[in-house]
């Protein structure tokens, strides 16, 4: 996923540290500012992991991918409305005559009242359009909370992909690039199962540092003072690795 500080293409050497500097009998891995997840995911066959962030986001990717340890099955939308594969219906159903909220057409996208360019309205409707049927699922308990968890996983993932931006939401691009022009799509997210009780957190670091326990402590802060959402009280990274330290 394209996200500020995320991982994956430093994963090798976050692991080698570790091999490193830990004998190996480690059990619980800490990943306390999560993000996409990705350390968290990287490292779950090994251990069990207790993973967090501040950010709704994050949290709906951890509890997908960290908490769930299996691949959700759907039964009930099976039984009921004879849905046979989630993704396939998500993603081709007819949104012609939905009646909600378009909330990502509406705001980020080409329309009557504004001009922005974030995704194509082709695609934005779409993302609405999944948004809000994972949701009515919910509503009506056709879906369980680790199915709803997976499925909004599986969209956020996708945006990306389809994103007419350089790397942040800061600004969209002037002219369409290719990749906005793609069909969106869900990601069909790989799930672990390390057969632990993985835990995932939506909290302050500052205040989860004094509830949890592990042996190996994975700590990637944002690199200044500027929140990856704009919220008043601009949280001291500082206090947690002084706190870690006087351990
Ligand atoms: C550099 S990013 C982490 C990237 C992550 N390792 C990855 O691979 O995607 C820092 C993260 O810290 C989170 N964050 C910032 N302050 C926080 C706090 N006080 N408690 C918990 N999370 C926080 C942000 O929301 C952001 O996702």
Known sequence: MRYIGNKTNLLNNINQVIIENCDGNEKVFCDIFSGTS???RFSKNRYKIIS???LYFSYIL???TIQNNNLPE???LKEKLNIDNVFEYLENENVK???YKYFTYENYSPNEKCDRMYLTTEN???IDYIRNTIEIWKEKNLINKREYYYLIASLIEGVPFVSNITGTYGAYLKEWDNRAYKKFEMIRLNVINNLCDNECYKEDANQLI???EGDILYIDPPYNSRQYLPINSIISIKRVISRVYKK
Do not use: G, L, W
């Open 62 to 64: 951890q509890k997908a």
């Open 210 to 212: 004094n509830k949890i």
């Open 97 to 99: 005559n939905a009646n």
């Open 74 to 76: 759907f039964k009930t």
């Open 52 to 54: 967090n962030d501040m």
């Open 38 to 40: 990705s350390v968290a």
């Open 124 to 126: 934005a409707k779409r």
